[in-house]
Structures are given as structure tokens and as C-alpha cells.
């Protein structure tokens, strides 16, 4: 079992940045993240493989967001810049032990984490 500990969240005005972090108990093929907004499904975000360090972003976020994992502590990263009101939502942290399938969706994951708020005031 692999636990996962998200911090970073916060509020901060429109094209302001914040810095979330993820904390793993256990090595994984994958991490990432995903969001969801009040009435709104569960959505990628970003996702990062630990071993060659390939990355896949929502195009929403591209260009603004980028993600990054550090093999020594276990962690993973999600700088997020130019923060839009749109980007408010619960951010969850979520790793994956396959390597087989997309990293798109809510089911090739396998863990989560409990969900950290951003809310970006315009």
C-alpha cells in the first residue's frame, strides 16, 4: 500500500503561482495529478514517470504548469504559474503502479491522496 501526502495548496490572486507537493510511502511507475472543481468531474492534470521522467499535461495547463518528481525523496511537484480563477479546485495526487494504459484518466490510477484546495481570486 502506498500512501500519499499532498501540501501546497492555498489561495493567491489570478497570475500569482503556488507550489504543491506529494509525498509517496512507496515507489510507483507513475504519479500525478488531477482536479475537481465544485460540480465538476475529477480531471487530469499532469503525470510524470519515475524512471525516464516523461511527462503528460491536460492542454488546459500546458505552458503554465509544469510537473517534476525527485527520485531521492520520493516526491513529486507541480509548479503552477499564471494562476487563472479557473484553475480553482481540489488538487489530488494520485500514482499508479502499471506501466500499461493511458494517464489520463481516474482508472489507470491505483492511490490518492487526500486533495489540497487552490482557489485563485481574479
Known amino acids: 500500500q502506498v500512501q500519499l501526502v499532498e501540501s501546497g495548496g492555498g489561495l493567491v490572486q489570478a497570475g500569482g503561482s503556488l507550489r504543491l507537493t506529494c509525498a509517496a510511502t512507496g515507489r510507483t511507475f507513475a504519479m500525478g495529478w488531477f482536479r475537481q472543481a465544485p460540480g465538476r468531474e475529477r480531471e487530469f492534470v499532469a503525470a510524470?514517470?519515475?524512471?525516464?521522467?516523461?511527462?503528460y499535461y491536460a492542454e488546459s495547463v500546458k505552458g503554465r504548469f509544469t510537473i517534476s518528481r525527485d527520485n531521492a525523496k520520493n516526491t513529486v511537484y507541480l509548479q503552477m504559474n499564471t494562476l487563472k480563477p479557473e484553475d480553482t479546485a481540489v488538487y489530488f495526487c494520485?500514482?499508479?503502479?502499471?506501466?500499461?494504459?493511458?494517464?489520463?484518466?481516474?482508472?489507470?490510477?491505483?492511490?490518492w491522496g487526500q486533495g489540497t484546495q487552490v482557489t485563485v481570486s481574479s
Open positions: 494520485t500514482a499508479r503502479t502499471s506501466p500499461r494504459g493511458s494517464y489520463y484518466y481516474k482508472s489507470d490510477y491505483d492511490y
Open positions: 510524470v514517470t519515475w524512471s525516464f521522467g516523461n511527462t
